[in-house]
């Protein structure tokens, strides 16, 4: 079974950067549409980045042009460079397939937090 493993969160100031890595294992990360997600506190999980196995991408309007998604097919890891951070970017973040009916077990995720 796939396991999503999540890190590189932090405490950063606003205007910071930060770069999220979701390590998988299992079957490659080349052949599922995959996404970045994030739960703030007292609110329900949103998708932020999607990244198709052909390459789209998509972003939520919040994160656009500050967000960036990729993928190292070799190492099996799906990245997202956040630049401009905001407090209103504070969540935990999480990665999975992008299909609804096809996600895997959600992993521990990884703390981002904006503050001065």
């Known amino acids: 079974q796939v396991q999503l493993v999540e890190s590189g969160g932090g405490l950063v100031q606003p205007g910071g950067s930060l770069r999220l890595a979701c390590a998988t294992s299992?079957?490659?990360?080349?052949?599922?549409?995959m996404g970045w997600y994030r739960q703030a506190p007292g609110k329900q999980r949103e998708l932020v980045a999607g990244?198709?196995?052909?390459?789209?991408?998509t972003y939520a309007d919040s994160v656009k042009g500050r967000f960036t998604i990729s993928r190292d097919n070799a190492k099996n890891t799906v990245y997202l460079q956040m630049n401009s951070l905001k407090p209103e970017d504070t969540a935990v973040y999480y990665c999975?397939?992008?299909?609804?009916?096809?996600?895997?077990?959600w992993g521990q995720g990884t703390q981002v937090t904006v503050s001065s």
């Open positions: 990244l198709t196995n052909g390459g789209t991408t």
């Open positions: 999975n397939r992008l299909d609804p009916l096809r996600r895997v077990r």
């Open positions: 299992g079957r490659g990360v080349s052949s599922y549409d």
